[in-house]
């Protein structure tokens, strides 16, 4: 079982930066694919980035390449998201979401375990 909570959202203005967190429960976060994924209004979910469990492999989503950086602190049992030159398309609620199956995938549906997400709100 894992338990996963994020933070750092907030309300920016168009160009701002935020670092999104996650934190994860449990002795083998470092065995975890994780993920971040963001949902906004009338939207699905969708893929925003992930990494292995090691960090040495990540994939970012075309929206969001170049733009945002996933990393990991497995000592810290954590995760994060560097969002740099944030647009209004990118307000959303954005999830944390932990895999088991050792790969990254792109679908919500194949992960097993997710945070309450945490707010960003992007104004131009």
């Known amino acids: 079982q894992v338990q996963l909570v994020e933070s750092g959202g907030g309300s920016v203005q168009a160009g701002g930066s935020l670092r999104l967190s996650c934190a994860a429960s449990?002795?083998?976060?470092?065995?975890?694919?994780m993920g971040w994924f963001r949902q906004a209004p009338g939207k699905e979910r969708e893929f925003v980035a992930g990494i292995r469990g090691s960090g040495d492999i990540t994939t970012y989503a075309d929206s969001v390449k170049g733009r945002f950086t996933i990393s990991r602190d497995n000592a810290k049992n954590t995760m994060y998201l560097q969002m740099n030159s944030l647009k209004p398309e990118d307000s959303a609620l954005y999830y944390c979401a932990a895999d088991s199956r050792g790969r990254i995938n792109w679908s919500s549906r194949l992960y097993d375990y997710w945070g309450q997400g945490t707010q960003v709100t992007v104004s131009s």
């Open positions: 449990g002795r083998t976060f470092n065995t975890y694919v």
